[in-house]
């Protein structure tokens, strides 16, 4: 009976059971769409990531499941096996072959021990919010006041389109509460991923993450909405086209905090949006293929 390599990983953490766990899966080249699923369902996490190899030894495809379907990306499952592949190959740099384009992933060391991995972000995009702004305040537990007037309710993409909801301080975020029946018709209707809820205190960008309409009511920690988020923030303004640094911690209901470390790189006018962070492996082990 054949085996492939399997891995649970606390990904935005440098803390067991803390951040946002994914499956990994090494390799999937033998596994239709249909087993894949199957193993997710297994897995029984958010999302399961499997990487398929390919002739060439600096590229991977790679596709990504919740428990109930296949997704185009998922950042915190890609940090997860870019953690992986870190401590396994000691990767320095690698292209993922994605349903939304290549990503990038790179590894950092200090004396030879991997610290921190980073994805390059799909190029980001931002449009209107076509539906009602009121309908989906209320949806999620919220007054108007505890909206922040300075930023547009506007929708953003690097990898799935996210709508995102600026709040006047931590505690309102800390307290919502939505109606996850509703809140799940309302994002598949408009074919929205998630709903990403920000604010600021001195040291971060705070957020939170909600993601029924994709089997995720609501998700840890979420790399691929906080890489939408900065391009948000640089499409409107918030932040200048240049070189920085930004970390965000996100915060949710289920005690598993994160960090996630953004880098903006801008070179001849070219944008570039790394998200990364630490992670920690906390199950490794096989899974015989029938």
Same mark, same amino acid.
């Given at each position: 009976? +054949?085996?492939?390599?399997?891995f649970?990983?606390d990904?935005?953490? +440098?803390e067991? @059971?803390?951040?946002?766990?994914?499956?990994? $899966?090494?390799?999937?080249?033998?596994l239709? &769409?249909?087993?894949?699923?199957?193993i997710?369902?297994?897995?029984?996490?958010?999302?399961?990531?499997? &990487?398929?190899?390919?002739?060439?030894?600096? *590229?991977?495809v790679?596709?990504?499941f919740t *428990?109930?379907?296949?997704i185009?990306?998922?950042?915190?499952?890609?940090?997860?096996l870019?953690?992986?592949?870190?401590k396994? &190959?000691k /990767?320095?740099?690698?292209?993922? &072959?994605?349903?939304?384009?290549?990503?990038?992933?790179?590894?950092?060391y200090?004396e030879?021990?991997?610290? *921190?991995?980073?994805?390059?972000?799909?190029?980001p995009?931002?449009?209107?919010?076509?539906?009602?702004?009121?309908?989906?305040?209320r949806?999620l537990? /919220? =007054?108007?006041?505890?909206?922040d007037?300075?930023y547009p309710i506007?929708?953003?993409y #690097?990898?799935?389109?996210?709508?995102?909801?600026?709040?006047?301080?931590s505690?309102?975020? =800390?307290?919502?509460?939505?109606n996850?029946?509703?809140?799940?018709?309302?994002n598949?209707?408009?074919?929205?991923?998630?709903?990403?809820? @920000? #604010?600021?205190?001195?040291?971060?960008? $705070?957020?939170?993450?909600f +993601?029924?309409?994709v089997?995720i009511?609501?998700?840890?920690?979420?790399?691929?909405?906080?890489?939408?988020?900065?391009?948000?923030?640089?499409?409107?303004?918030? /932040?200048?086209?240049e070189?920085?640094?930004?970390d $965000?911690?996100?915060?949710? +209901?289920?005690? *598993?905090?994160?960090?996630?470390n953004?880098?903006?790189? $801008?070179?001849?006018?070219?944008?570039a949006?790394f998200?990364?962070?630490?992670?920690?492996?906390v199950l490794?082990g096989?899974l015989?293929?029938?």
């Amino acid at each position: 009976m +054949s085996k492939i390599n399997v891995f649970i990983v606390d990904s935005f953490t +440098s803390e067991q @059971f803390k951040g946002n766990p994914a499956g990994v $899966v090494l390799y999937g080249n033998d596994l239709s &769409a249909e087993y894949m699923q199957k193993i997710a369902q297994e897995i029984n996490l958010s999302e399961t990531v499997f &990487a398929i190899k390919t002739d060439n030894s600096d *590229r991977l495809v790679v596709r990504y499941f919740t *428990r109930t379907q296949e997704i185009d990306f998922c950042g915190h499952a890609t940090l997860a096996l870019a953690w992986i592949l870190g401590k396994k &190959a000691k /990767l320095t740099k690698l292209t993922l &072959a994605t349903n939304v384009g290549e990503v990038l992933i790179f590894g950092e060391y200090e004396e030879n021990e991997l610290k *921190r991995v980073f994805m390059k972000q799909v190029a980001p995009q931002v449009k209107a919010f076509t539906g009602n702004n009121l309908e989906l305040i209320r949806i999620l537990g /919220l =007054e108007e006041t505890d909206i922040d007037k300075r930023y547009p309710i506007k929708l953003a993409y #690097t990898g799935n389109w996210d709508i995102f909801i600026p709040l006047i301080n931590s505690q309102i975020i =800390e307290k919502v509460n939505p109606n996850i029946a509703k809140l799940k018709e309302h994002n598949k209707y408009y074919q929205i991923s998630s709903t990403h809820l @920000f #604010t600021f205190t001195d040291k971060y960008i $705070v957020t939170r993450n909600f +993601s029924p309409a994709v089997g995720i009511d609501e998700d840890p920690v979420t790399g691929s909405s906080t890489g939408a988020l900065i391009g948000y923030f640089l499409f409107e303004n918030f /932040l200048k086209f240049e070189n920085q640094n930004i970390d $965000v911690m996100q915060i949710n +209901s289920l005690n *598993r905090p994160g960090l996630i470390n953004v880098k903006i790189v $801008v070179e001849k006018d070219n944008l570039a949006i790394f998200v990364g962070g630490s992670a920690v492996c906390v199950l490794e082990g096989n899974l015989f293929l029938k």
